[in-house]
C-alpha cells in the first residue's frame, strides 16, 4: 500500500491513544522527580485521547480534514507541558498536509518535517534530550530516506526505529537523565504514540484498549459547606504618611485572624486579612495613613451563595462547541488555578472572578482555560496558572478569544496570590503585568509532599512514602514527618531579610498539627511574623511562602 486512506488513517488514530493509554504508567514512572504530580504520561494520553474521542466522532471526508480536527482538538484538550508540545507536534504535521485527500510517503515527510518546525517554534527555550529532539530526529530520518522507500508500511516502521533510536539517546544528551538511567518521558511519549499507529497499519486492526476508564475531565468543584473561623474578608490600601513601622502593624493584627498579607511596598501598603474583628485592623491601619480601596465581605454568606447558585457538572462538549461569552462589563478580570477550598477562596477574596480546578495532579486543560475567561464579563484577563506545568496550556488561550489575554507565569500558590495583591485599576495592562510579575519575585514558595515512588535523588535515598521537602525545583529534605520536612524548608528558605512567613495546611492536615508547627516556628524565627491559613490543597501537607 502507497496510499493512506481515511479509513486506515482513523484506525491508527484510535490505535495510538490505546496504545499511549495502556503505556500511560509506564511513561509517568520515567519521571525523576518522586513527587505526586500530573506526570508526562497521564497529560499526553488526557491531551490525545481527548482529542481522539471528538475526532473520531467528525465525520471528514479527507485525510487532511481529519487531521486539522485532530489537531484542533488536541490544542483545546492539551494538558501539561507535554500535552501541549504534543499538540503542536500534531498542529504542524497536519497544516502539512490539509489539502489531502489522502496521504502517501512524500506527504508524510513534509508532514513530519513541519511538526519539528511547529514543535520547536511553540518553544521559547528547546531543550535537547526531550520530545523535541525525538521529533526533530525522525524528521530529519523521515527527509534525509524518504526516497529509498517505495512502499508505505516500510517507511512508517523506518521512522518509528528513528524515533526509538532517538529516544535511547535521550539518556545520554541530559544528565539527569543519565544519572537515573531512563530516558525522556515526553519523547517515550511520542514513539508510543506512533508505535500504535504503525501496529494498526501493519495489521488492519487497532491495539486494544485495556485502560477503559480514562476520563478528560477536569477535577470536579469543591462545593462542600465551609467551616469558616474568620468571617470577614478584609482588605485595602493605606497610603503611608507616618513613620510608624509596618512591623508594629503586622505585629498587632496578626493575631486577629488568618491569611494575612500585608505588602509594603515604599509609598503604600497592601493589607489582605481574614478577621472577625475588622474594626481594628482599620483602626491599627490608621496609625499608618489613608487608606483606600477598602473592601469588606462577609465569606459565610459568599460561600452560601455559590453553594445555591452551583451549576449541575457540566457535560463534556464537543471541541466546536464555544463556550458561552460574558458580555464585557469591566475592563480588568481574573482567572487563577487552584485546588483546596481555602486557596480558592483566598484568590476569590483578592478580586479573581474565575477558579480552574486543577494543579499539581490535575493539569487543567486549554479547554478548561478558555471556558473559565469566556465567563469572566471583562475586556482584559489576567490568567494566574500557579504551576509550571500549566503555562503553556494558559498561553494557547489567546488567540482561541477575542478577549486580551496576558498570562502571568506564577509556578506557585504564593506567586499568584502576591501578583494579585501588586494589581492597579488604574494601570494599563501592560504595566499591570509587569508591577504583577515583579511582585512575584518577593516570595519564595517550599511545598511539603510525600514520595510517590522509591528513588535515588542528587545522593538523597528517598523511599515510597517518605516526607519531602521542595524548595523551588529542589527536594532539599527527607524526613518522616511533614512537620520535620516544614521546619527544614523554613531553615533553608528564610534569610537576614525574610519578614513573614506564612503557612497554608492542606487537606490532610490536622489543624492541631499545623498550629504546633506555628507554635515551634514562632519560637525559632522570633523576629519574622508567622502567619497560619487553611488551604486545603490535595498532595501538599503545607505550602510555605516566605517574604
Known amino acids: 500500500m502507497n496510499n493512506l486512506d481515511i479509513s486506515t488513517l482513523r484506525l491508527m488514530i484510535e490505535s495510538a491513544a490505546a496504545n499511549l493509554r495502556n503505556n500511560r504508567k509506564l511513561i509517568d514512572d520515567l519521571n525523576i522527580f518522586p513527587v505526586p504530580d500530573g506526570d508526562t504520561g497521564t497529560n499526553m494520553s488526557l491531551t490525545f485521547s481527548g482529542a481522539t474521542s471528538q475526532t473520531l466522532a467528525d465525520d471528514a471526508a479527507s485525510c487532511g480534514k481529519l487531521l486539522s480536527k485532530l489537531a ?10 507535554s500535552g501541549v508540545i504534543l499538540s503542536q507536534i500534531i498542529r504542524g504535521f497536519s497544516k502539512a498536509v490539509e489539502n489531502k485527500e489522502t496521504l502517501e510517503i512524500s506527504d508524510l515527510k513534509n508532514a513530519l518535517v513541519s511538526a519539528k518546525t511547529t514543535a520547536y517554534r511553540a518553544v521559547m527555550k528547546p531543550t535537547e534530550g526531550t520530545i523535541l529532539t525525538v521529533i526533530r530526529e525522525m524528521s530529519e530520518f523521515a527527509e534525509e530516506k524518504w526516497t529509498e522507500f517505495d512502499d508505505l508500511g516500510k517507511f512508517l516502521r523506518a521512522v518509528l526505529e528513528a524515533g526509538e533510536i532517538s529516544l535511547k539517546g535521550t539518556t545520554e544528551l541530559l544528565p539527569a537523565l543519565k544519572k537515573a538511567g531512563v530516558v525522556d518521558a515526553g519523547g517515550k511519549g511520542l514513539v508510543t504514540i506512533f508505535e500504535g499507529a504503525v501496529l494498526a497499519f501493519e495489521n488492519g486492526t487497532a491495539v486494544e484498549s485495556l485502560d477503559k476508564t480514562e476520563t478528560v475531565s477536569s477535577a470536579p468543584k469543591t462545593t462542600e459547606a465551609a467551616d469558616i473561623k474568620y468571617l470577614y474578608c478584609t482588605e485595602f490600601i493605606i497610603n503611608k504618611t507616618s513613620d510608624r513601622q509596618i512591623t508594629q502593624f503586622r505585629t498587632a493584627i496578626s493575631d486577629k485572624g488568618d491569611c494575612m498579607l500585608v505588602i509594603d511596598d515604599e509609598e503604600i501598603v497592601k493589607v489582605h486579612i481574614h478577621t472577625n474583628h475588622p474594626g481594628f485592623v482599620l483602626e491599627q491601619a490608621i496609625k499608618l495613613g489613608e487608606l483606600t480601596n477598602l473592601k469588606i465581605d462577609n465569606m459565610k454568606y459568599q460561600h452560601s451563595e455559590k453553594l445555591s447558585d452551583a451549576e449541575p457538572a457540566q457535560k463534556e462538549v464537543a471541541e466546536d462547541v464555544k463556550p458561552a461569552k460574558a458580555e464585557p462589563k469591566k475592563r480588568y478580570g481574573f482567572a487563577a488555578v487552584s485546588a483546596g477550598s481555602g486557596l480558592s477562596e483566598i484568590f476569590s477574596s483578592l478580586g479573581v472572578d474565575q477558579i480552574i480546578e486543577g494543579g499539581q495532579t490535575m493539569n487543567p486543560s486549554t479547554q478548561d482555560i478558555l471556558s473559565a475567561v469566556e465567563k469572566i464579563p471583562a475586556e482584559v484577563v489576567f490568567i494566574l496558572p500557579n504551576n509550571k506545568n500549566i ?17 502571568i507565569p506564577t509556578v506557585n500558590i504564593p506567586q499568584g496570590i502576591n501578583a494579585m495583591m501588586a494589581f492597579d485599576e488604574g494601570l494599563e495592562p501592560q504595566d499591570n503585568a509587569a508591577a504583577m510579575i515583579e511582585m512575584t519575585e518577593f516570595v519564595s514558595c517550599g511545598q511539603v509532599t510525600f514520595a510517590a515512588r522509591d528513588t535515588v535523588l542528587d545522593g538523597k535515598e528517598i523511599k515510597l512514602g517518605d516526607c519531602l521537602g521542595v524548595n523551588g525545583k529542589e527536594i532539599t529534605a527527607v524526613t518522616k514527618t511533614p512537620e520535620d520536612a516544614a521546619l527544614e524548608l523554613c531553615t533553608q528558605m528564610t534569610n537576614e531579610e525574610s519578614g513573614v512567613i506564612t503557612v497554608y495546611y492542606g487537606e490532610e492536615t490536622k489543624k492541631e498539627d499545623a498550629d504546633r508547627l506555628i507554635a515551634k516556628l514562632e519560637s525559632e524565627f522570633s523576629d519574622m511574623d508567622i502567619s497560619l491559613c487553611f488551604g486545603g490543597q490535595p498532595v501538599y501537607y503545607y505550602i510555605i511562602s516566605v517574604e
Open 72 to 81: 484542533s482538538a488536541s490544542l483545546r484538550n492539551a494538558r501539561g507541558n
Open 391 to 407: 503555562i503553556l496550556a494558559a498561553e494557547q488561550v489567546d488567540p482561541l478569544t477575542d478577549k486580551q489575554v496576558i498570562v
